[in-house]
């Protein structure tokens, strides 16, 4: 999150910021209003419930990537590597593996929003297009010479 976006939340009065926290369980009334909250917190471990009208999850910055085990190749802070950042003559979203695309918050320079991710996703289709055309082609002229 934006430094700014941090100083602008922090001091309106009706916010109230619970890092380490996870939403457990969310009440409603019967006509799907919000109502209540149940909270709980890993460091000291705690469970509470609060009263909310409204709720922002914001799931966190940190990539969780550690399961590609080196398979796709990282940036320093555990982003994935796209297009030319990559690996040399990568096509756009494609990851250091050939036929791997990364798209949204996970992609190394993204810019870390819903919109930016939704255009990434549609673009990623027509490069898949072009990617499995190519693979044909190639694989029409590998069988044509056998």
Not at 51 to 72: E, V
Not at 119 to 144: D, S
Request: aromatic residues 6%; charged residues 25%; contains cysteine.
């Amino acid at each position: 999150m934006s430094r700014y976006l941090i100083d602008r939340v922090e001091a309106t009065r009706n916010i109230e910021l619970r890092a380490r926290t996870t939403a457990t369980k969310v009440f409603g009334t019967p006509q799907g209003a919000l109502e209540n909250v149940t909270l709980a917190c890993r460091q000291p471990q705690s469970t509470w419930r609060v009263d909310a009208q409204h709720l922002f999850l914001f799931p966190g910055a940190d990539p969780h990537t550690l399961w590609l085990d080196r398979r796709i190749v990282l940036d320093n802070k555990g982003f994935v590597l796209t297009g030319a950042d990559a690996a040399g003559g990568r096509r756009s979203l494609e990851t250091s593996r050939r036929g791997v695309f990364a798209i949204g918050d996970i992609r190394s320079g993204s810019t870390k929003r819903v919109a930016a991710a939704v255009g990434e996703g549609a673009q990623v289709v027509a490069t898949l297009h072009a990617y499995f055309a190519a693979r044909e082609e190639q694989a029409m002229a590998e069988h044509g010479r056998a």
